[in-house]
Every structure is written in structure tokens, then in C-alpha cells.
């Protein structure tokens, strides 16, 4: 079994400045790992996901996140936020083997002019 | 691009009916997925199917069942609404495990349901 444990429910931060939004996981099995994004009265979309190879990973509008397996770790972080960022952040986690993927409480996240 | 449909976006219902949530998706993937979504919790699965007329349950399965009686439609019912399942529901699908890198969910917009 896995779970997810996003570590801040709200991250509030100004313009331009970097976020980092926490995501640890627990698993016995090996992993995939996922960083979806929910704008308000929209269901989710996957901002990236990490299945194998480097352990950077990056999405088309800035984000990234690093696969730490030691930590069991998967960070999001964005150098430079935009108003339009705002939005509700979910990691989650899917094991190699199986169907469900189990997500984490969420963060949200809110970009002040 | 996958498309996922669910039929409502805003239902109100009365404590005691019987309420169906319909979803349906477009891209021919084998696995299809309900969640319900409340704050602080984030999303909680209630069943999920892999197959035409397979159903597993998930974390929350209570109050609930399913039907999947074709590949592009899955369905969620909630026998006898009460009042504690006013929650968004998202339903997802996706490939089966040997499509490797495209394992992720694909989401529906959601439906938020009010049992009063």
C-alpha cells in the first residue's frame, strides 16, 4: 500500500518570488510519481510525473520536481510564480505494479500581487 | 486528446433518493476511476474497474456501488443519498499498467452533489 503526505495545505507567496511545495510518500513497491493541478471549478490535469530515468523532472509552464528516493521525496518547486499559478496542487502516487493511484491532501497554493 | 465527460456538473438531491452520476470517456482506456473530493482530505477513491463488468472497491466503497456494462462508461450510485455525501465526485480513467508511460488519470471537470 502507499500514501501521501503533502506537508503545507495553503502556501501563500508574491509575485515573481520561488515556491516550493512539500510531497513525501510511503510505499513497499516501486513507484510512479505524479504532481497534478486543479483550477478552480475544473477537475484535475497532471502537471508531470516521474515513471523512470532522470530524477529531474519538468512541466511546459516552469514547474519541476526532483524524485529523491532516500528522502522518498517528490518537491514541486517553481522559480518564479504568476498570478495565474494559483491554483490547488495534488502529488500522488501509483505503485509500478498496480491500478489505483492514491493521492495526497492537497496544497494551495495563492500568488498575492 | 482524452476526453472525460461526466453527465452533471451541479445536482441537488433529497436524503433517501437513489442518485446516479454518469461518466464516460473517449479514448478506449481499459481503467476507470471515482473519487469523491472534500477538503483537507484530498481525493478518496471509492471503486474503481479495470475491465468491462469488474468493479474492485477503493478506500470509501460505503453507500455506494458502480456498473461498468461497456468499456467507455462507468457509472457511480449512491443508493440512498445522505446528507454526508454532499462532496465534489471526480471520475478518471486510464491506460492499463503496459501502457507505460502513459499510466496517469485523466480527469472529468467533477460533479458537485448537494443532498439536502
Known amino acids: 500500500a502507499q500514501s501521501v503526505t503533502q506537508l503545507d495545505s495553503q502556501v501563500p507567496v508574491f509575485e515573481e518570488a520561488p515556491v516550493e511545495l512539500r510531497c513525501n510518500y510511503s510505499?513497499?513497491?516501486?513507484?510512479?510519481l505524479f504532481w497534478y493541478v486543479q483550477y478552480p471549478n475544473q477537475g484535475l490535469q497532471l502537471l508531470l510525473k516521474y515513471l523512470s530515468g532522470s530524477t529531474l523532472v519538468e512541466s511546459i509552464n516552469g514547474f519541476e520536481a526532483e524524485f529523491n528516493k532516500s528522502q522518498t521525496s517528490f518537491h514541486l518547486r517553481k522559480p518564479s510564480v504568476h498570478i495565474s499559478d494559483t491554483a490547488e496542487y495534488f502529488c500522488a502516487v501509483k505503485g509500478t505494479g498496480g491500478f489505483k493511484t492514491i493521492f495526497g491532501a492537497g496544497t494551495r497554493l495563492f500568488v498575492k500581487a | 486528446d482524452v476526453k472525460v465527460t461526466q453527465s452533471s456538473r451541479y445536482l441537488v438531491k433529497r436524503t433517501g433518493e437513489k442518485v446516479f452520476l454518469e461518466c464516460v470517456q473517449d479514448?478506449?482506456?481499459?481503467?476507470m476511476f471515482w473519487y469523491r473530493q472534500d477538503p483537507g482530505l484530498g481525493l478518496r477513491l471509492i471503486y474503481f474497474?479495470?475491465?468491462?463488468?469488474?468493479?474492485e472497491k477503493g478506500d470509501i466503497p460505503e453507500g455506494y456501488s458502480v456498473s461498468r456494462e461497456k468499456k467507455e462508461r462507468f457509472s457511480l450510485i449512491l443508493e440512498s443519498a445522505s446528507t454526508n455525501q454532499t462532496s465534489m465526485y471526480l471520475c478518471a480513467s486510464s491506460l492499463s499498467q503496459g501502457a507505460g508511460m502513459n499510466t496517469e488519470a485523466f480527469f472529468g471537470q467533477g460533479t458537485r452533489l448537494t443532498v439536502v
Open positions: 510505499s513497499s513497491v516501486s513507484v510512479y
Open positions: 479514448m478506449d482506456h481499459e481503467n
Open positions: 474497474s479495470y475491465d468491462v463488468k469488474m468493479k
